[in-house]
């Protein structure tokens, strides 16, 4: 099921398998000016294939559906270059969930649990399709929790050579759950500025968006869990 939704409005996909959890956030997702269901999918094949065709900014991922799982379908959607400005939000029953590392990894922007607040699943949409902060400092916990006991936290630091000084204290703050704004305030600097080293060392690392930087800096201890800001 498709709908048209007007130019400037950020237009989500919506993708579970159980009909009333789609209505539920159907019906808050429509309740914003800025903010449109253009389609749902009871499954990742029809995900894809509606992403495909409603050229969406946003898709609310549940990662347990039959056929093609939320998973495989991240991995699909982040490695199709039709579909590179689409962004992935992993929805899961528990913030621990088990697939979350990999989700984030195949290129998800980051993951909300389904009991997440109206207005921070909301903003989370928001800031997504305007490639802000990916990851709420909750999140961004619970991401973290799964690396403490991770063996996969062991890669060669010297992947971040090629970034300046600047860039990597601007990676390390985004990697303790800050937004582009908060991090601003405590390094003095615009919130433009932070973007644009966030943005360069995205680009320097090849990485999709901040969720695949707060990963990777913790896999090469740039950040530790635990770390003080």
Known sequence: MTEHADQGTIRVVLADDQALIRAGFRALVDSADDLAVVGEAEDGHAAV??????????????????????????????????????????????????????????????FLGKGVGPTELLDAIRSVAAGDALLSPKATRALLARFSGSSTVDLDAGALDTLTEREREMMALAAH??????????????????????????????????AQLVVLAYQTGLVRPGDAL
């Not at 390094?187 to 080293?197: D, N, Q, R």
């Open 177 to 210: 759950g800050l937004s582009n704004a908060d991090i601003a305030e405590r390094a003095f600097l615009s919130p433009l500025t932070v973007k644009t080293h966030i943005n360069r060392a995205m680009m320097k690392l090849d990485l999709r968006d901040r």
């Open 49 to 110: 294939e509606l992403l495909r065709t409603t050229r969406a900014d946003v898709v609310l991922m549940d990662i347990r559906m039959p056929g093609l799982d939320g998973l495989a379908a991240t991995r699909e959607i982040c490695a199709d270059d039709d579909l590179a400005g689409v962004k992935v939000i992993v929805l899961t029953t528990f913030e621990l969930d088990e697939y979350v590392i990999q989700a984030v990894q195949a290129g998800a922007s980051g």
